[in-house]
Every structure is written in structure tokens, then in C-alpha cells.
């Protein structure tokens, strides 16, 4: 019983996840209803973050203690980013990602999170730490590729210029950061949802591309 109640736990989570993606498409897509889906496009965001947690099997003071840490390191260095220029380079947070702090929007920390956790997932049977880390740390350089001028034109974040080089070099090591505090914590465990998760928001936003 506790088994098929497991199954089917992730089996509506599979579900969810691709529903949601494809009505955010669907909306964002359409030219009459883009104004009403991109102010809740931070909804999407917390809503991938609640599927994480929800289907993790081992949670405990350890996982929920990273999220905070996951949660304050990605938040001041954007917070930096963002007030400086020193990290990331010379830009500011749009209007559709809801309420900011110190000019960043309370999701990003989230978004930071979602994608560290997911990226992760990938690499977790490679015996190697530094490779798992690594690894990790370059598919969050590529998501964020991805992301960019989706970002840009759906009013996101914008830049002052052309997207620097020294963006992805900061996105790199702050996930790498991370990255090595989740793995020496021992919490990146086997979960399909997490790569699942990943792959549709790289699809979401590889289709955006063209929209």
C-alpha cells in the first residue's frame, strides 16, 4: 500500500509539473494573455520548489537547514549583483518576478534552490566529488544560457549592454559554492524528480526562445 501510494505521489507530481509548464507556455506564448501569466510567473517558480520537497523521501534538520543556507548565499550575492555590479555584472530585476529586497525579487533565492538541488540530481552516482561538483556547477552555467534572453524579454531582469561573460563566471562559482556545501552535507540522494523538473524548465525556456 505504502508503495503505490509512492507510485502514484510522483506519478500526479510528473503530472503537475508538465501541466503547469505547458499552461505557462501556452499563456506566455499568446500575445492577449502574456500580461496576465508573467506577473505569475513567480508562481511557477514556488510551485517547482513545493515538488521538490514534497517528493523527497529523506528530508530532516539537514535539508531544511541547506535550503536556508542555499537560500542566503544566492540571495546576497544577487543582492551584491544587483546593488554593486561587483558580482554578475551591471543589471536590475524586472517587475514580473514579484516582491524585491534590496532590489531582488524574494524568488530568486527559491529559483537558486530549485535549480541547485536539480542540477545536482544529475551527477549524484559519479564516485568522484569534485566531478559531481563540477559537473553541477557547469549545467547551472548552461541553464542559465538557456534562461538569459528569455529572461531579458520577458522583463525578468535586464542588463545595461550586451549579457557579460563574467555573469556565467559568477553564476559558476556561486553554484559551485553551493554545491560543494549540498554535497559534503550528503543530501543530493537519487530522485527522478529533480532531472525531470530540470529538463522541462530547460524545454520552457528553449521554446520561449522563439516565441
Not at 67 to 81: N, R, V
Not at 123 to 147: H, T
Request: a positive charge; one cysteine or more.
Amino acid at each position: 500500500m505504502k508503495q503505490y501510494l509512492i507510485k502514484n505521489k510522483f506519478l500526479f507530481v510528473y503530472l503537475f509539473i508538465l501541466i503547469f509548464y505547458s499552461v505557462g507556455v501556452i499563456g506566455i506564448s499568446n500575445n492577449d494573455l502574456r500580461s496576465y501569466f508573467l506577473p505569475l510567473s513567480w508562481v511557477i517558480l514556488f510551485m517547482s520548489f513545493l515538488a521538490l520537497v514534497f517528493t523527497r523521501e529523506t528530508k530532516g534538520k539537514s535539508f531544511y537547514f541547506f535550503l536556508l543556507i542555499c537560500y542566503f548565499i544566492s540571495m546576497l550575492t544577487e543582492a551584491i549583483g544587483v546593488n554593486t555590479g561587483l558580482l554578475f555584472g551591471t543589471y536590475e530585476y524586472g517587475a514580473n518576478l514579484g516582491f524585491k529586497i534590496f532590489g531582488v525579487p524574494l524568488i530568486i533565492g527559491v529559483n537558486w534552490t530549485v535549480l541547485i538541488i536539480s542540477t545536482a540530481a544529475f551527477f549524484n552516482k559519479l564516485k568522484n566529488f569534485w566531478l559531481r561538483v563540477i559537473l553541477s556547477s557547469l549545467l547551472m552555467v548552461g541553464i542559465d544560457f538557456i534562461m538569459e534572453p528569455v529572461a531579458i524579454k520577458m522583463d525578468f531582469w535586464l542588463w545595461d549592454g550586451a549579457i557579460p561573460f563574467y555573469n556565467y563566471i559568477c553564476w559558476f562559482l556561486t553554484s559551485f559554492l553551493i554545491h560543494i556545501i549540498y554535497d559534503l552535507m550528503k543530501l543530493n540522494r537519487p530522485n527522478n524528480i529533480p532531472r525531470f523538473l530540470f529538463c522541462i524548465l530547460a524545454l520552457f525556456f528553449i521554446i520561449l526562445n522563439f516565441v
